[in-house]
Nanobody, 123 residues
Framework: QVQLVESGGGLVQAGGSLRLSCAAS????????AGWFRQAPGKEREFLGG????????YYADSVKGRFTISRDNTRNMVYLQMDSLKPEDTAVYYC????????????????WGQGTQVTVSS
């Protein structure tokens, strides 16, 4: 199984940017699709976007399309989430996850989760 550790969260003003990182270890990371999610207090965990194994294609939820960008570096076992034009409603705990199937990421049922990193956007 793949172990995941997120980093890069913090406090940012509305309109600002943050880049989250997710470091993977364990089984062959390059064989997994990867995704980013978030969970705000009192809300369900939400799929934000995913990237296929080779990194050639990405998919985004409408709520973040055009503002968030997912990328990966399989040589370093890393996945990134670049977040621009942040809004107060983006405040949440952000998680990365992996699965052999992108579909499992989309339905928020991945094989492995990270522990999450807090992002707070002030108005």
């Amino acid at each position: 199984q793949v172990q995941l550790v997120e980093s890069g969260g913090g406090l940012v003003q509305a309109g600002g940017s943050l880049r989250l990182s997710c470091a993977a270890s364990g089984r062959a990371f390059s064989t997994y699709a990867a995704g980013w999610f978030r969970q705000a207090p009192g809300k369900e965990r939400e799929f934000l976007g995913g990237i296929i194994r080779g990194g050639g294609s990405t998919y985004y939820a409408d709520s973040v399309k055009g503002r968030f960008t997912i990328s990966r570096d399989n040589t370093r076992n890393m996945v990134y989430l670049q977040m621009d034009s942040l809004k107060p409603e983006d405040t949440a705990v952000y998680y990365c996850a992996v699965d052999q199937s992108l579909h499992q990421l989309v339905i928020v049922n991945p094989e492995s989760w990270g522990q999450g990193t807090q992002v707070t956007v002030s108005s």
